[in-house]
């Protein structure tokens, strides 16, 4: 008879120093307070600073350790900084969690879409991993390296009306993540992503906004529901934990069967 398999999870990341963008709200929020729950020392960083000082907040009282900087991820100049918040604060850098994202104004023709919103959308969701990864990568290679998690989204595997900007962006999220791991894999930096599907954070409020609308929205996905936050979040530790030691380039689907269909 099969027996249940120990998996002693519980403290995956002990004496790891995690960087976590977007650390503010929804699956980066969720996933910093996984991260401290499970050992590690978080820096939380997020574009709103109240955000982040929130989620610290949360994560030390759960007996957590944390840090908490002010960062806009479209400017390589933050990241720099941010990066070095964290080596001033603990003296390394371990895993990092590339989430911070924004979404797409849905709708319209394609020749409609705003040059300004195209690249407000290019700038965090791309350049912004982009840069992350850039500010990153040398401390992580002083550390010996572990693991990078960017956010993609199913939008990076499949395109949906209306959305061309944030689809460009995740599609390309999703390339980066690729060609990054073949490079930092020699080094000991492992590169992977998740692509979340309809996940219950700020950017679905107003689609989540009654029981009504929200079981429309649920009844896309084959599972019958929308994702947690903390479901997206359980995926992006696994990956940057030593449970996924053998994969390089994954990109891991979270969407609850959508691209099933």
């Not at 499970?38 to 350790?65: C, F, L």
Request: include cysteine.
């Amino acid at each position: 008879m099969n027996q249940p398999v120990d998996r002693p999870n519980a403290q995956r990341f002990v004496d790891k120093v995690i960087l976590v963008t977007g650390a503010g709200s929804g699956i980066g929020r969720a996933a910093a307070l996984a991260f401290a729950r499970e050992g590690g020392r978080v820096v939380a960083a997020d574009r709103n600073g109240q955000s982040a000082e929130a989620a610290v907040a949360a994560i030390r009282d759960g007996g957590g350790e944390a840090s908490a900087v002010t960062v806009d991820v479209s400017r390589f100049e933050d990241c720099r900084a941010m990066v070095q918040h964290t080596l001033e604060t603990y003296g390394a850098l371990h895993i990092a969690f590339n989430n911070a994202g924004i979404p797409s104004p849905i709708g319209g023709q394609f020749e409609d879409v705003d040059i300004a919103d195209w690249q407000r959308l290019i700038d965090t969701n791309l350049n912004g991993v982009f840069y992350a990864m850039k500010a990153e990568v040398p401390a992580m290679r002083a550390c010996g390296g572990t693991a990078i998690v960017n956010t993609a989204s199913v939008a990076s595997h499949i395109a949906q009306p209306g959305m061309p900007a944030y689809v460009a962006s995740k599609h390309a999220v999703a390339g980066l993540t690729r060609a990054a791991a073949l490079d930092l894999i020699p080094h000991g930096i492992r590169v992977n992503a998740i692509c979340p599907g309809l996940t219950r954070t700020g950017m679905l409020a107003e689609a989540l906004a009654t029981p009504e609308a929200e079981a429309q929205l649920g009844a896309q996905a084959p599972i019958g529901r929308v994702g947690e936050a903390e479901e997206a979040a359980a995926v992006a530790l696994f990956l940057a934990s030593d449970e996924a030691s053998y994969m390089v380039g994954s990109l891991l689907v979270v969407d609850g069967g959508v691209m099933l269909l």
